[in-house]
């Protein structure tokens, strides 16, 4: 997948702003604050409706206007031409078409137009709860399988009525009503999350041991709330549960509440690595995250990095290099390069204010 072409109105303090890309490598140099992070962020929001920011719609429309719109020009692997319009309000209402045609349901986008987002932002797939790693993981496959999407939209839709029923204190039956589905799409998601963690574990641990120069050795570990084989073992929970699930008023037990290990040397990351080595632990997580795609897809995912080598050594910063894949289109972002001498890779542009300048290469 390669952008050729974007244009933008009213998004955060980007004005009015066409650009075109001609080149695989495109850097984005500038001060703090003046907007490369927030171009951006409109590319992947042309991607997935999100912001790698964790922002909500409503911010992201400009000062004193009413209404932003996106409009990014593609060419598929295949060199065909395709296009993404996203329009969206001060009250977060969105228009999306595809084509030039209207599309009404998310799932309908994801997988389009893969990208892939590395920002300081993924310290919080270390550091922060385990909602933001689920989150994490919902939206990659949610992207590459709709078996997935419709099964994680049904059990959020049947633990609420579930939620709703046990604050009533209802019967076995009404609940038994809605454990059934629930039950369903459990197993269903446990069994796509398992396989993907197997899938993308050595993915990971290659782009980190490449990055720290095989010095270190990183890894992940699948860590679900509690386990069942099929379907019936489900509903064997949900029942067993029932008393408990009564007094708090919401469902405590199920895929709603996994996580997932990032290991370093096979210890926690997160207690024991250094914010260097906690860095390289997600720019890894995010590369097996890209080949991942990739693979389901077919399709090679854009890579958008935003300032994300200020806490590597320079040993790690000269790596990253290395872990760009040939194939993909990357946009990165940076009050400085990521190492000497690397002017000539980048089709480059001057930020300032807002405004979007080429630097000529010598």
Known sequence: MRLVGINIQNFRNLGSLKLEFSTDRIFFLGSNGQGKSNLLEAIGFCSNLRSFRGSPVESMVKEGETEASLFARFLDDNGTERDAMVSFGKRGTKTVQVDGEPVKRLGELLGQFPSVCLSSRDFRLVRESPSDRRKWMDLVLSSTSPEYLRALQGYYRSMKERNALLKKQAKDAELLAFEH??????????????????????????????????????????????????????????????????????????????????????????????????????????????TYLHNQLGSVPILLADDVLGELDTCRRANFRKLLPRSAQTFATGTSYPAQGEEEIWESYQVELGNFSPIPYP
């Open 181 to 290: 589905p629930l039950a369903n799409c459990a197993h269903l998601l446990q069994q796509v999350r398992a396989t993907f963690f197997r899938s993308l574990n050595d993915t990971f641990e290659d782009s980190y041991a490449r990055l720290s120069d095989n010095l270190e050795k990183a890894g992940l570990s699948y860590l679900p709330d509690c386990k069942a084989e099929s379907a019936d073992e489900w509903l064997d929970i949900f029942a067993h549960e029932r008393f408990k699930d009564r007094q708090f008023g919401s469902t405590r037990k199920g895929p709603h509440r996994d996580d997932f290990d990032l290991l370093l040397n096979n210890r926690d990351a997160r207690q024991y690595g250094s914010e260097g080595q906690q860095k390289g632990v997600v720019l890894a997580l995010r590369m097996a995250e890209f």
